[in-house]
């Protein structure tokens, strides 16, 4: 198993930046082990949907269409973090922010990076906060 925490959340103007952390642990998870880490989010009253998705073997990242040019998910292997730029923030992107690992067979099978249930993804971490202030 691999245990996850999100960081880097908290409150920006319409328009800003935010870059959320993911660690994962033990130091040995994405060595040892292969997943395909996702970026989920969460609006009160919505689904928790997927935004974007790693796949720990290569690195290989993906953006879904909804942030696609705005997101950017990439991996930091040694340090054993994942991470989550966020750009031109808009008020719509006001939610809980959670990373989760998966089987590698999700992003394998995921080409045009579409959103992918949060169910299939066995571990997650706690969420950070994202708020967007128009």
């Known amino acids: 198993q691999v245990y996850l925490v999100e960081s880097g959340g908290g409150s920006v103007q319409a328009g800003g930046s935010l870059t959320l952390s993911c660690a994962a642990s033990p130091s040995t998870a994405f060595t040892r082990n292969t997943y395909c880490m996702g970026w989920f989010r969460q609006a009160p009253g919505e689904e928790r949907e997927m935004v974007a998705s790693i796949h720990t073997a290569d690195g290989r990242a993906c953006n879904v269409d909804s942030v696609k040019g705005r997101f950017t998910a990439s991996q930091d292997n040694h340090k054993k973090t994942l991470y989550l730029h966020m750009n031109t923030l808009k008020p719509e992107d006001t939610a809980m922010y959670y990373c989760?690992?998966?089987?590698?067979?999700?992003?394998?099978?995921?080409?045009?990076?579409?959103?992918?249930?949060?169910?299939?993804?066995?571990?997650w971490g706690q969420g950070t906060q994202v708020i967007v202030a128009p």
């Open positions: 989760a690992a998966g089987p590698v067979g999700i992003c394998l099978s995921n080409n045009e990076c579409k959103s992918r249930r949060a169910a299939d993804f066995a571990y």
